[in-house]
């Protein structure tokens, strides 16, 4: 049996709504903790999420609140939150957490600023209890509904790893465990700024035969700032890095795809930023610490800032220096 009987679900947006569904099929009594209480009501006495997921059932075993202290009984905690409120959000449970109680990252970004990943900002928030981090190929409406969807979850000890993704696992919800953290992470915060980039291209009618190039061509900086930081090329070329880029920059579920699409047809992008906005600056920030090119990741960036025009920025691409392909 497993050793994590009870889990915890901070943040009810999409995903947290689509995880904290996964992990009750899997078994668990589930706390999704929202810190709006109107939501959280909302939540409790509809059983459904119609601000982020409509018409998807919250499953029995799903106990909605917005009492932080119901987080004190969980084995292992879901932090379900944007990578920019991430460390705001660790901060705010941290005396309600049980001690020792994992704590698994399932936002996809870099901390502004400070350069962290989402694990390193655990870390500093919640130093005893040890960080992991879940990401891979998924829509929140699939893993909500129990459509089948495979993710990675990491952590620095394996058998940790191991132990969370059985526990998490379901019919629906396949999990493969690792040890290489950064790997995952990277492949997590990177496909979100290419995909915008995939999306310009798309929005802008440069065609299939762009997209693919962009695809391929962004997962090479991908890749290079992967071996940058010690990621292991098995993991960049797995579920949480080619796997997750190929998903993301060619669906128009994806967010950060549609953004770039809608800013490519020159229109206002709906709804929530995605992502990737705010992880462009990170991103290329990072590349610039540890040396490595990203001409890609810095076009999407220069395009967010109003830097450059889109025009501007396929023009840039495709005057760059003609090299071998690497």
Known sequence: MSRFGMIGVVGAGAWGTALANASAR??????LWEMDEAQARALA??????????????????????????????????MVVPSQAMRAAAGGV?????MGAPVISCAKGIERGSLAFMTDVL?????????AVLSGPSF???????????????????WLAADLSAALASAGLRLYHSDDVRGVEIGGAAKNVL??????????????????????????????????????????MGLSGLGDLVLTATSEQSRNFSFGFAIGRGEPP???LAEGTFTAQA??????????????????????????????????????PLKAEA
């Not at 700032?225 to 010690?230: E, H, P, R, T």
Request: proline share 4%.
């Open 195 to 236: 995909a915008i980039g995939a999306g310009v291209a798309a929005g802008r009618g440069l065609g299939a035969s762009a997209g693919a190039a962009l695809i391929a061509r962004g997962f090479a900086e991908l890749r290079r700032l992967g071996s940058a930081l010690g990621a292991r090329p098995e993991t960049l």
């Open 140 to 158: 929140a409406a699939d893993v909500a509904r129990g459509l089948p969807t495979a993710v990675t979850l990491a952590a620095d000890d394996e």
């Open 283 to 320: 991103l290329v920030a990072l590349g610039e610490r540890h040396g490595v090119e990203l001409p890609i990741a810095i076009a999407v960036r220069d395009v967010l800032e109003r830097a450059i025009s889109v025009g501007e920025a396929v023009e840039a691409l495709l005057a760059r």
């Open 94 to 98: 941290s005396r309600h957490i049980k």
């Open 26 to 31: 899997a078994g668990h009594e589930v706390v």
């Open 45 to 78: 006495d509809q059983r459904t999420n119609e601000r982020y997921l409509p018409g998807v059932a919250l499953e029995d075993r799903v106990t909605a609140t917005c009492e932080v202290e119901e987080l004190g009984m969980a084995d292992a905690v879901l």
């Open 123 to 131: 870390r500093d928030a919640l130093p005893d209890h040890p960080a």
């Open 270 to 272: 709906s709804g929530k």
